[in-house]
């Protein structure tokens, strides 16, 4: 009798170490939205080196998903100055290329830079700079980052940087509040000399909107002097008071730093080795060495692929393990003209959509069989598909390019038609029976597509007495 109830008190400890992966946050009822709207940014603020936009994190689609999304766009030679948040984030690089650098405490200092310096007659060493490492990134890349961990990025391409971030506010790791809050450690990022602009003034009102300043400016300065051991002057600098340059500023001569060449660092080893050929399984790595970047567009890693309809690609914890810590993923998905991906719902995770070329017809149904969502997404809105709403997409005539969120780690996804859908894994007679039909069309319904998810249409028009028909013929 003991030995079944330490049992079962083992079995309750993990079932609520598993459903408090994600936070404290979440609320009974939060998810229960009868409408899903296509979103476009609400809130705009302009800096001296790039401009930041804000979707509305107070709608009732990502307060359902516990997240919120924003935008950067670095202009050249722009910095965005260092930063930590309540929460972790994904971001996506849209456009562009750059530098970034993330600061935590404890982990050691191996960029360095050193000078030759000669005394009393021997040579001897010592270092001008040390810093902690420095990372490339590039246009298809996903850059993670731990909540509170303090980091930068720099665009030192020739054209504008597009960075595409979301936040998990319901992450376990925000003891806060649903709100986001990105805590700077220079500059005056609410200051006089930004631009702020409300898209929709009357939205962004019940909970706040993203929160943001720099923490130094509530030190007492002498307190500041003491602790960094340089004067008043220098401690005010650090809080940013008269600083009218915003939260990205222009670097005018380029940012000295010490970084690796670009065919030198990891980045240019994985151009080279396949994707399959990789040995790293996480286990080697620290929160000092853990790798932060995965590139996600190259065709070569599609998990899913059909020269006809589009590919789709995915990083989740076991392609990127620090994934695990964040309880994020991250998808992929390119639909080409004509393109359709099956019906499907995602087991375990919201999905966080943002389309990032193209357009596509999109319909999303609820488990009370209601279409929340029928319409067309266009290139810059977003979209969320809360847990289990059965969602499918179809192209528009420029086909349709999209990153996707997820809430889970490993996000898992479930096909409602297809070689590996739910209904392929029925029974014939269990399919006739549930939708009254023969056993001939019950077998032509389960085996009529023989794609795993991407599948081709064409659209023809047809005029039978004098009517004109819309015909669509789907090819394997």
Same mark, same amino acid.
């Given at each position: 009798m003991a030995k079944l109830f330490l049992s079962l008190l083992t079995f309750l400890l993990l079932f609520s170490l598993s459903f408090a992966l994600r936070g404290s946050t979440w609320q009974q009822g939060q998810c229960r939205i *009868?409408?899903? /709207?296509?979103?476009?940014?609400?809130?705009?603020?302009?800096?001296?080196? $790039?401009v930041s936009e804000f979707w509305d994190h107070n709608s009732d689609e990502f307060q359902c998903a516990g997240v919120s999304i924003h935008r950067h766009r670095l202009q050249a030679r722009a910095l965005m100055l260092p930063a930590y948040h309540n929460a972790p984030i994904l971001a996506y690089v849209q456009q562009g290329r750059g530098m970034y650098g993330v600061m935590i405490s404890g982990c050691p200092?191996?960029?360095? *830079?050193?000078?030759?310096?000669? #005394?009393?007659?021997? $040579? !001897?060493?010592?270092f001008r700079d040390r810093h902690q490492k420095i990372g490339q990134f590039r246009e298809g890349d996903i850059l993670a980052f731990p909540a509170g961990a303090a980091h930068w990025a720099y665009n030192n391409g020739d054209q504008e940087l597009v960075i595409v971030v979301l936040q998990?506010? !319901?992450?376990?790791?925000?003891?806060?509040?649903?709100?986001?809050?990105?805590?700077?450690?220079?500059?005056?990022?609410?200051?006089?000399?930004?631009?702020?602009?409300?898209? !929709?003034?009357?939205?962004?009102? &019940?909970?706040?909107?993203?929160?943001?300043? /720099?923490?130094?400016?509530?030190?007492?300065?002498?307190?500041?002097?003491?602790?960094f051991g340089v004067d008043e002057q220098t401690a005010r600098s650090l809080q940013g008071e008269n600083d009218e340059r915003g939260h990205i500023i222009t670097v005018a001569r380029g940012l000295q730093v010490i970084s690796p060449p670009l065919q030198r660092e990891e980045y240019g080893r994985q151009e080279e080795e396949p994707y399959y050929g990789r040995r790293d399984n996480g286990l080697e790595e620290t929160i000092c060495s853990a790798k932060l970047r995965e590139n996600i567009d190259k065709p070569s890693r599609a998990d899913i692929y059909n020269p006809r309809a589009g590919r789709f690609s995915t990083i989740n914890s076991l392609t990127l393990p620090i994934l695990s810590f964040l309880q994020l993923s991250a !998808?992929?998905?390119?639909?080409?003209?004509?393109?359709?991906?099956?019906?499907?719902?995602?087991?375990?995770?919201?999905?966080?959509?943002?389309?990032?070329?193209?357009?596509?017809?999109?319909? +999303?149904?609820?488990?009370n069989g209601q279409a929340v969502f029928d319409g067309r997404v266009r290139e810059g809105q977003v979209v969320v598909v809360p847990q289990n709403f059965a969602v499918v997409k179809r192209a $528009?005539?420029? $086909?349709?390019?999209?990153? #996707?969120? /997820?809430?889970?780690? /490993?996000?898992?996804?479930?096909?409602?038609?297809?070689?590996?859908?739910?209904?392929?894994?029925?029974?014939?007679?269990? +399919?006739?029976?549930a939708y009254q +039909?023969?056993?001939?069309?019950?077998?032509?319904? &389960?085996? *009529?597509r023989r794609e795993t998810m991407m599948f081709r249409y064409v659209r023809v028009n047809l005029n039978v007495n004098g009517k004109r028909l819309r015909v669509f013929f789907f090819l394997s």
């Open positions: *009868s409408r899903i /709207n296509a979103q476009e940014p609400t809130r705009r603020i302009q800096a001296e080196g $790039g200092e191996t960029f360095e *830079s050193s000078q030759q310096q000669f #005394e009393e007659g021997r $040579g !001897a060493q010592r998990d506010n !319901a992450n376990n790791a925000n003891q806060l509040d649903p709100n986001p809050r990105s805590f700077f450690l220079a500059g005056n990022p609410a200051g006089r000399g930004q631009e702020q602009q409300e898209y !929709a003034p009357q939205l962004g009102r &019940k909970r706040g909107q993203h929160q943001f300043g /720099n923490v130094f400016r509530g030190f007492d300065v002498q307190i500041l002097s003491e602790v !998808a992929r998905g390119v639909l080409y003209r004509n393109g359709i991906m099956a019906p499907h719902w995602c087991v375990n995770a919201h999905s966080v959509i943002y389309v990032t070329r193209g357009e596509s017809d999109m319909q +999303i149904v609820n488990h $528009g005539e420029q $086909g349709c390019e999209w990153v #996707e969120f /997820n809430t889970n780690d /490993n996000a898992l996804i479930n096909t409602l038609s297809g070689r590996t859908s739910a209904l392929r894994g029925l029974p014939a007679d269990v +399919i006739a029976n +039909i023969s056993r001939e069309e019950a077998q032509r319904l &389960k085996y *009529s």
